[in-house]
Each structure stands twice: as structure tokens, then as C-alpha cells.
């Protein structure tokens, strides 16, 4: 049997409308790689990959959330809010 992972999302930011729907959808997808400490650290091309996005497309939209907070990276590592 696969084990099923799922995030947390807090309804704060999918409910930002001054967020775009595909920085809510990259913010949830990240969550999904989330520890109990909510770091990750997937790579860009599998965020790319799973997402059916660029990997620019994906760096753009983290530039989105790192600019509202929601996610703040230290080297590899993301943290999500």
C-alpha cells in the first residue's frame, strides 16, 4: 500500500487576493514536502515537473511568496508560514 502524503494550507493565504492562483498552487504543493517544523527542500525541477510549469515559471512564483512572507528560504532549505 502507498502511504498518502497531504499539507496543511492555511486558509490566510490561499484566501490572499492579492495572490496569485498559481503562487497558492505552488504554496500548496511545497506543503506537501513540509516537515512538523514546515521546511522542505524539494528541488526546482521537481516543483517544475509536478506543477507542468517551467523551472523560471516556478522561480518567479517564489519570488511571489518570499515577497508576502510566506515562504522564506536559508540556502536549499524553504519555510513555509
Same mark, same amino acid.
Given at each position: 500500500? =502507498?502511504?498518502?502524503? #497531504?499539507?496543511?494550507?492555511?486558509?490566510?493565504?490561499?484566501?490572499?487576493?492579492?495572490?496569485?492562483?498559481? &503562487?497558492?498552487?505552488? %504554496? !500548496?504543493?511545497?506543503? =506537501? #514536502? !513540509?516537515?512538523?517544523?514546515?521546511?522542505? %527542500?524539494?528541488?526546482?525541477?521537481?516543483? @517544475?515537473?509536478? @506543477?507542468?510549469?517551467?523551472?523560471?515559471?516556478?522561480?518567479?512564483?517564489?519570488?511571489?511568496?518570499?515577497?508576502?512572507? %510566506?515562504?522564506?528560504?536559508?540556502?536549499?532549505? #524553504?519555510?513555509? &508560514?
Amino acid at each position: 500500500m =502507498t502511504m498518502k502524503k #497531504f499539507g496543511i494550507v492555511h486558509s490566510e493565504i490561499i484566501q490572499d487576493i492579492e495572490l496569485s492562483l498559481r &503562487a497558492k498552487g505552488l %504554496y !500548496a504543493l511545497l506543503c =506537501t #514536502f !513540509a516537515d512538523k517544523d514546515r521546511s522542505c %527542500y524539494p528541488k526546482i525541477s521537481t516543483l @517544475s515537473e509536478l @506543477s507542468g510549469v517551467s523551472r523560471r515559471t516556478i522561480e518567479r512564483t517564489m519570488i511571489e511568496l518570499e515577497q508576502k512572507k %510566506y515562504v522564506t528560504r536559508k540556502g536549499r532549505i #524553504f519555510i513555509i &508560514a
